[in-house]
């Protein structure tokens, strides 16, 4: 895994938050549909693998917004790449944080829902 990415998909024109949530939602369902570890955090998305396929992914992310009825959108990206060898993943960075919490795991992992 030679690529993290953390993405934060704002809905500029959205109602309410309701409608923000839906648009996000749709997001995270097409993220999750890639097969990519990922773990959703209250401000952003981060997610894990090759750097196409997380460059894939960032891309993508605008055009299901766009069917989700959106028609503006910021997104901030950071990402965390590394040539040759693997970036340290989401895993190794917040799991001390959640010891004995049963809700976490990176989503690829859960492979629950």
């Known amino acids: ?55 894939e992914v960032v891309k993508n992310c605008q055009l299901v917004g766009a069917k989700a009825g959106c028609k503006h959108v910021m997104t901030y990206v950071k990402i965390d790449y590394k040539s040759e060898g693997d970036v340290m993943s989401t895993e190794h960075k917040v799991s001390k944080y959640h010891e004995g919490d049963p809700e976490f795991a990176p989503r690829a992992e859960q492979k629950v829902a």
């Open 1 to 55: 895994m030679n690529c993290g990415v953390a993405i934060q998909y704002l809905p500029m024109d959205s109602k309410d938050e309701d409608e923000v949530c839906r648009v996000v939602d749709a997001v995270i369902a097409c993220i999750d549909s890639t097969g990519l570890d990922y773990f959703v955090g209250p401000f952003e998305t981060a997610i894990e693998g090759d750097y196409e396929a997380c460059m």
